[in-house]
C-alpha cells in the first residue's frame, strides 16, 4: 500500500473515530435533556444561600466556617492539611425519597490541587446501633468528620469533583461516583467505584461560576456542569447501588476546601 491509500485510511479512520465519539456524546445530552425538561419535577427545597444556613441545614465538624451573603453561602473547611477534624460535611434537613434532581451554583474557591469536594445523596445510617437509618440521631459520632466514619456506617451515592490525587499528575482532576457502605475488610478505592471515573476534565476553576445539574432516575445517573458556551455531561450505570434509594443530600468539603454555592434546589418525581 502507497503513502497516500495509508493517508486516505489513516483520515478515514479519525473521521469515523470523531463521527462516532461526537454521536454519542449527541445521544447522551439528549437523554439528559429529556430527564431535565420532565414536567414531573417537584421542587422540595430551596437555599438561595443568601440567609441563616441554619434554617435549611446542619453540619457534621467542629471547625468550618459558614457565611451567607447575597453572593450566597460559602462553605469553608478546616485550614489544617491532613487533619480529619478539618473536613466538613453540611447536611439537608430534608431526606428525599426515589429519583432526585439536584441543581445549584457553585464556585470554587480556594486554589488547592488536593483532596476533594463530594456531594453525598441519598445518605442513611446503615441502620446498625449506633448507627441509625436517621443520621441525625448520631451527630455525635461526626464531630470529626473522618472519611471512614461515613463510607463505613453510611449507604449514600458518593460524587467527587473538584477532585485531586497525589498520585495523578499535579492539575489533573478527576470525576468519580461511589456507593457505601464499603464491605467489611474490602479495599475502599476498589470496591466501592461505581465505573467510570472521567480524568483531566479541566473544569471548575478556582473563582469561576458553574451550574451543575445531577440527576439521579432509576438505574442512570447524569452529572452536569454548564457555563457560558460549555456544557459538559457525564452518565454512570448505577443499577449495582439499586439499594440507595432514599436519604439525606450532603456536601463535604475535605480540609482548606472552599466554595460558594447559590440557589441550591431538589426535585424529586412523586
Do not use: C
Not at 74 to 99: I, P, Y
Not at 112 to 137: E, L, M, R, W
Not at 174 to 186: D, E, H, L, N, S
Not at 227 to 235: A, I, L, P, Q, S
Request: no cysteine.
Amino acid at each position: 500500500m502507497n503513502k497516500f491509500l495509508k493517508l486516505k485510511y489513516f483520515v478515514l479512520l479519525l473521521f469515523i473515530v470523531f463521527n462516532t465519539a461526537y454521536a454519542q456524546v449527541s445521544a447522551l445530552k439528549k437523554d439528559f435533556n429529556q430527564e431535565d425538561k420532565k414536567a414531573n419535577w417537584k421542587l422540595k427545597f430551596s437555599d438561595k444561600g443568601k440567609k441563616n444556613w441554619q434554617n435549611n441545614w446542619f453540619l457534621d465538624g467542629l471547625k468550618a466556617k459558614i457565611t451567607n451573603s447575597n453572593k450566597g453561602l460559602l462553605f469553608s473547611g478546616g485550614q489544617v492539611e491532613g487533619n480529619d477534624a478539618d473536613h466538613a460535611v453540611l447536611w439537608t434537613k430534608q431526606s428525599f425519597a426515589s429519583d432526585i434532581k439536584i441543581t445549584y451554583e457553585f464556585t470554587k474557591i480556594d486554589h488547592n490541587q488536593d483532596g476533594v469536594n463530594i456531594i453525598y445523596i441519598h445518605a442513611t445510617g446503615i441502620g446498625v446501633k449506633p448507627y441509625d437509618q436517621d443520621i441525625s440521631k448520631w451527630n455525635n459520632l461526626r464531630t470529626i468528620p473522618a472519611m471512614s466514619t461515613y463510607f463505613k456506617n453510611m449507604n449514600a451515592l458518593h460524587v467527587s469533583y473538584t477532585a485531586f490525587d497525589k498520585e495523578l499528575p499535579k492539575g489533573q482532576d478527576y470525576i468519580r461516583v461511589r456507593k457505601y457502605p464499603i464491605a467489611k475488610g474490602a479495599n475502599f478505592n476498589q470496591t466501592t467505584e461505581i465505573p467510570s471515573a472521567f480524568f483531566d476534565t479541566q473544569l471548575f476553576k478556582t473563582g469561576i461560576k458553574y451550574q451543575l445539574t445531577l440527576i439521579k432516575k432509576g438505574n442512570q445517573f447524569y452529572f452536569q456542569v454548564k457555563r457560558d458556551n460549555e456544557d459538559k455531561v457525564y452518565n454512570w450505570d448505577i443499577s449495582s447501588a439499586a439499594n440507595i434509594i432514599e436519604g439525606r443530600v450532603g456536601l463535604r468539603h475535605m480540609y482548606t476546601r472552599s466554595s460558594l454555592y447559590k440557589n441550591f434546589k431538589i426535585y424529586t418525581i412523586n
